[in-house]
């Protein structure tokens, strides 16, 4: 038996997410149309898997087991959401406008001290986070230097600013 407890290689990543979906079509338009995640090929009229920046698929969309079904009930286990990652604040800014001038409804939005975060559902109901990272040297740390991370309102107001700003 080893001394020290395994622990995952520190260059691992999450490669993407594989959702169970009602409506193939109007998966794609959330995905596709409004997040504006580009589609990179369908599996026959059942699946579609869709990347950012031309990657095999960051996100597969299927209605293998689920087509024409209920979303999952609110209270069971299973995937609470699907967080995307923007590359800058900026983005995450026209992000949200865009969610802003579609009149899609937003569940909420949170500073966590580490990012910022915009909280939504899809159209089956599946939990989306659409986030920024601040940088590693901007993050808050307790006393021990362990992260401090914590949940305050976001100011959307400001969020918007940016795309008002062109910067």
């Known amino acids: 038996m080893p001394d020290s407890p395994y622990t ?18 109007r998966a794609l338009a959330f995905y596709r149309d409004l997040l504006g995640f580009s589609l990179i090929t369908m599996y026959g009229k059942e699946a579609a898997f869709i990347s950012a920046g031309g990657y095999h698929h960051h996100i597969g969309l299927n209605t293998w087991y689920s087509k024409d079904a209920p979303p999952a009930p ?14 800058t604040r900026r983005d995450l800014a026209v992000a949200l406008q865009r969610l802003v ?11 966590h001290g580490v990012s910022e975060a915009i909280y939504l559902n899809d159209p089956d109901q599946n939990g989306v986070e659409l986030y920024w990272d601040r940088p590693r040297e901007q993050w808050p740390l307790k006393p ?11 100011d959307l107001k400001g969020l918007l ?7």
């Not at 609110?74 to 590359?87: E, M, Q, V």
Request: no cysteine.
């Open 144 to 154: 021990d230097d362990s992260i401090e991370m914590y949940t305050k309102p976001l």
């Open 74 to 87: 609110k209270r069971s286990a299973g995937l609470f959401h699907t967080a995307i990652l923007y590359p």
């Open 8 to 25: 995952i290689p520190d260059q691992t990543r999450i490669g993407h997410v594989h959702l169970k979906v009602a409506d193939l079509d």
């Open 101 to 111: 001038d579609a009149k899609y409804p937003i569940t909420g939005a949170s500073d």
């Open 161 to 167: 600013e940016l795309v008002e700003a062109g910067s």
